[in-house]
């Protein structure tokens, strides 16, 4: 299981937001949404 995976599926969870995530990470959404997708 790839931990970093799971916090962003924790933080999207938390925020309800993807764009927030990718704000909050400064990387962007369309990495987040490939994240939350593999989890």
Do not use: C, G, H, W
């Not at 999207?12 to 764009?19: E, H, N, R």
């Amino acid at each position: 299981m790839d931990l970093s995976a799971l916090q962003i599926f924790v933080e999207v969870m938390i925020q309800k937001s993807f764009a927030a995530v990718a704000r909050d990470r400064n990387i962007d959404p369309s990495s987040v949404t490939k994240r939350y997708r593999t989890t």
